[in-house]
Nanobody, 128 residues
Framework: QVQVEESGGGWVQTGGSLSLSCAPSDLTIDDYNVGWFRRAPGELQEFVAA????????YYSDSVKGRFSISRDNAKNTVNLLMDDLKPEDTAVYYCALDRYAAWKTFFPSSVARYDTWGQGTQVTVSS
């Protein structure tokens, strides 16, 4: 069974930075579209960012555009989320999700239902 693990969460003050990493087991991450989602206490799961397989197109939610950056490191077989200028409202559990690439499929980066493999999440806490 495909598994994926997030790392890099932690505590940071407002304006600080964190870098999250998504690392799968037993697969090549470049074969997958990868999304980052988050869930704050009492809130619904929210799309954060995504990157496509093969050509590396990126997508961001309006709330993080200009502050977060998603990228692939194929040498390390990871997808990373660099988060700058963090705000208290960024506090949440962040999840990495995988969607197996296929040429015939249309990718919907913000659609939770399109992803079939999820990590356990990593906590990000931003203090004011």
């Amino acid at each position: 069974q495909v598994q994926v693990e997030e790392s890099g969460g932690g505590w940071v003050q407002t304006g600080g930075s964190l870098s999250l990493s998504c690392a799968p087991s037993d697969l090549t991450i470049d074969d997958y579209n990868v999304g980052w989602f988050r869930r704050a206490p009492g809130e619904l799961q929210e799309f954060v960012a995504a990157i496509t397989a093969k050509d590396g197109r990126t997508y961001y939610s309006d709330s993080v555009k200009g502050r977060f950056s998603i990228s692939r490191d194929n040498a390390k077989n990871t997808v990373n989320l660099l988060m700058d200028d963090l705000k208290p409202e960024d506090t949440a559990v962040y999840y990495c999700a995988l969607d197996r690439y296929a040429a015939w499929k249309t990718f919907f980066p913000s659609s939770v239902a399109r992803y079939d493999t999820w990590g356990q999440g990593t906590q990000v806490t931003v203090s004011s």
